[in-house]
């Protein structure tokens, strides 16, 4: 069965970091794209970055610069390194896994993590 757990996220001030980690099982992790998305009360889910099992990503305007998406196959885990954290970034994070067609968006993620809170806050 696929597994996909997320960690890392917490309670930081503005301007602080946070490195959310996922590590999968079930999959072969290094055939897949991952992606993290993220949704804030109130709004939708969001995609926030993805990286291909070739190792390009891509990113939301609002957080290039900020964040980064990185992947250790040999771990079977993906991380966002998030750096100069805004309010704005407060939401519940996700992992998800699927082809790299899903990072193409001609296809839906097919597996999901239950999510990490990140809150952002003084």
């Known amino acids: 069965q696929v597994q996909l757990v997320e960690s890392g996220g917490g309670l930081v001030q503005p301007g602080g970091s946070l490195r959310l980690s996922c590590a999968a099982s079930g999959i072969i992790f290094s055939r897949n794209a991952m992606a993290w998305y993220r949704q804030a009360p109130g709004k939708g889910r969001e995609l926030v970055a993805a990286?291909?099992?070739?190792?390009?990503?891509s990113y939301a305007d609002s957080v290039k610069g900020r964040f980064t998406i990185s992947r250790d196959n040999a771990k079977n885990t993906v991380y966002l390194q998030m750096n100069r954290l805004k309010p704005d970034d407060t939401a519940v994070y996700y992992c998800?896994?699927?082809?790299?067609?899903?990072?193409?968006?001609?296809?839906?993620?097919?597996?999901w993590g239950q999510g990490t809170q990140v809150t952002v806050s003084s």
């Open positions: 990286i291909h099992s070739g190792a390009r990503t």
């Open positions: 998800a896994s699927g082809s790299d067609y899903a990072f193409l968006h001609v296809y839906d993620y097919d597996y």
